[in-house]
């Protein structure tokens, strides 16, 4: 995450990072503080974890919607919030 205002470079990363990254943190550019953090779930996680808020979208599972927003503050990538509306489903069906 980059915040200008402080002059700020927060680096996530799931699992050991490469030299280059942990050199990168130890000797940003001037002007700039940078920090290494441990994010708390790989690419992969979090391709896996869409993919399954997509699929019960599509099932109708979601009957709600999903915000998307981002990044997360945790290093937890792109924000999604599933919002189900439990009642969409009886309304649905009352409606047969």
């Known amino acids: 995450m980059v915040d200008p205002q402080q002059g700020r470079l927060t680096v ?4 050991p990072p490469p030299a ?3 050199d990168l943190v130890a000797h940003p550019p001037a002007g700039i503080g940078a920090d ?3 994010a708390p779930y790989s690419p992969a996680q979090l391709r896996a974890a869409r993919d399954r ?4 979208a599509v099932r109708g ?3 709600g919607g999903v915000d998307i927003g981002g990044p ?3 290093g937890h990538g ?3 919030h599933l919002h189900p509306d439990p009642g969409a489903r009886d309304r649905e069906d009352a409606g047969r």
């Open 12 to 15: 996530y990363w799931n699992g």
């Open 20 to 22: 280059r990254v942990t």
């Open 36 to 38: 290494l953090r441990q």
């Open 53 to 56: 808020l997509v699929e019960a």
């Open 61 to 63: 599972d979601a009957d």
């Open 72 to 74: 997360g503050t945790g």
């Open 78 to 80: 792109a924000v999604r």
